[in-house]
């Protein structure tokens, strides 16, 4: 009976501090996110048609957003442009992939040992403030006018971030839990894996996100300067369009490298608010 | 050095334990040769002011820390501790994090799962295995965290049954509210006597020390020694707000503030 009402008393007490979970529907938190998107969309062609209409470059030299849009919706039809689309996107996945296999290695080596990291920590930082783009006369020099080149670079500019973002969440794990894992009996490799590497999860991602970031402009910078013949890329018809004065198309060519970069960017952004919402970081 | 003890008649022992942070001549004694035991299946309270080391021993017993001097043994190899904050695992589901106390000894995940269940009954979280850390309430991540706790005591590495395992608090029910603890202290009381627990348990609140300790063991501050034991001999099930817990909290807490007394000018 005692026993039985105490129970009682516990269940009415979680239930009184559980609130409710309310979360607005589907449709109206799209509508929110996108609204805003829309409007600057908006400002922004506006804004790019005042200025091709105040005549301080030829049409010729400076497009319109209509003839760039037609442009666009022309080549949208064309299979070259899905190639060369997805050169490209072959391109970044393999030089992001291989940047993440190097980074975590690395990342977890440093984050390991003291000596790797009092050698290596302040070159990795070093690494990933250095201009991408200036790797790649080395890069060419090793590797010639060949894909392998781009690589190398693609790599070199991500896999820093990737490694500094894993080694600051190991860094930041809080002390309470690794003290719970230790307590659990998790030594080394154990706690390693059941909680300083779960723990650094959030920032990781982080570090995913800006090596994304870095790969996609040393991609960039690689297509525009190592051009291989017969594959076309988006960097490649960006150069081709600048050498045939084809203002629609070189436009157009930034808007789609623009588009790319936003959708993977909010891929990122969907995990790492996934992730937020699953730990309880900051309740959306 | 903390070592695997072999008799039967304690649970945990200290002897002449000292912990000084830091070296040399401008290092501070946290620990003074403190000497206590917990018998099998005993309920002792660890209590002081600020500054008494407190927790710096609980933190000893669970080897999270070696001491300087003196010799440290408990039953088991490894004994279970809850933190005055729940320290779950965000990342994990509750059913999980209790999972947690079976990893090292790799349980299947079946059964894993199964005997984290019966330990969420036990804390009166059943329904609650699916859940998130951060959907659950103070109180109820605070049993979630005892359910680990009891969880890893239980698990055979840890100890067998009938040596009674041991359990260590520091502070885990200091940042709730009082009807939240007053409950726990009910459950608390309750496992303890059905699973035959040992445990160590400290605070700063003489009350909760007087209402669940058979003994009060009573702490000086800087550095940390015993001062004096009391053992309670009042009928359980007790109420915090009982006249008798009362009376003899008063007791010690006049105790208590002599001791914290000697630090002022």
């Not at chain 1, 790599?155 to 080694?167: C, D, E, R, Y």
């Not at chain 2, 620990?31 to 002081?48: I, N, Q």
């Not at chain 2, 202290?185 to 627990?197: A, K, T």
Request: charged content about 20%; glycine content about 8%.
């Amino acid at each position: 009976m005692a026993v039985d009402t105490h129970a009682r008393q516990i269940a009415g007490l979680d239930a009184l501090e559980l609130a409710g979970d309310q979360r607005a529907g589907i449709a109206s938190r799209v509508w929110a996110r996108v609204w805003p998107m829309l409007t600057a969309i908006a400002l922004v062609l506006v804004a790019w048609q005042l200025v091709v209409l105040s005549g301080r470059w030829p049409e010729y030299v400076f497009a319109g957003p209509i003839t760039t849009f037609q442009d666009l919706g022309h080549r949208l039809g064309d299979p070259e442009f899905y190639q060369a689309v997805a050169t490209t996107m072959r391109r970044a996945v393999t030089g992001f992939a291989l940047a993440v296999l190097v980074g975590l290695v690395v990342g977890a080596a440093v984050s390991r040992v003291k000596v790797l990291r009092a050698a290596f920590g302040a070159l990795i930082t070093g690494l990933q403030t250095m201009p991408s783009i200036a790797w790649f006369p080395f890069a060419i020099l090793l590797f010639g006018l060949t894909e392998s080149a781009i690589t190398f670079v693609v790599i070199l500019g991500a896999a820093p971030s990737i490694a500094n973002g894993l080694i600051t969440g190991v860094d930041y794990t809080p002390p309470l839990l690794l003290r719970a894992g230790h307590v659990l009996g998790f030594r080394r490799l154990q706690l390693y894996r059941h909680v300083i590497l779960p723990a650094s999860l959030p920032s990781f991602l982080a570090g995913l996100k800006q090596g994304w970031a870095f790969a996609w402009r040393s991609l960039m910078a690689g297509e525009l300067l190592v051009i291989i013949a017969y594959q076309s890329s988006l960097g490649e018809q960006l150069a081709i369009s600048r050498e045939l004065s084809d203002s629609p198309g070189l436009i157009g060519t930034m808007i789609v490298i623009l588009v790319i970069g936003i959708v993977i960017d909010m891929l990122f952004e969907a995990a790492d608010s996934a992730l937020r919402r699953r730990w309880g970081l900051n309740p959306v | 050095m903390t070592t695997q003890l072999v008799d039967r008649t304690t649970a945990v022992r200290l002897e002449a334990v000292s912990k000084v942070y830091g070296h040399g001549g401008n290092g501070l004694l946290a620990l003074d040769k403190v000497s206590l035991s917990v018998r099998p299946g005993e309920f002792v309270c660890l209590l002081g002011a600020s500054g008494c080391g407190k927790s710096t021993l609980l933190s000893l017993v669970a080897g999270l820390d070696k001491p300087t001097q003196g010799e440290i043994s408990t039953v088991g190899r490894q004994v279970a501790m809850m933190f005055q904050e729940p320290a779950l695992f965000p990342w994990l589901t509750v059913s999980a994090n209790v999972e947690m106390a079976f990893r090292a000894e790799g349980l299947s995940k079946q059964d894993r799962r199964t005997r984290a269940a019966e330990f969420l009954d036990l804390v009166h979280l059943g329904g609650f295995g699916k859940k998130r850390p951060h959907e659950l309430s103070g109180g109820m991540r605070q049993r979630v965290a005892l359910a680990r706790a009891l969880a890893q005591s239980s698990s055979s590495s840890a100890s067998s049954a009938e040596e009674g395992a041991v359990l260590l608090m520091d502070e885990p029910f200091g940042a709730l509210d009082a009807m939240t603890r007053d409950l726990l202290h009910d459950e608390l009381e309750r496992i303890w006597r059905e699973r035959g627990l040992s445990v160590l348990f400290v605070t700063h609140n003489v009350r909760e020390a007087v209402r669940l300790g058979d003994k009060v063991v009573l702490l000086s501050s800087r550095p940390g020694s015993v001062v004096e034991e009391f053992p309670i001999e009042l009928a359980r099930p007790r109420r915090t707000d009982s006249a008798e817990v009362a009376e003899l909290a008063a007791k010690i807490t006049d105790r208590l503030k002599e001791e914290v007394m000697r630090h002022g000018h």
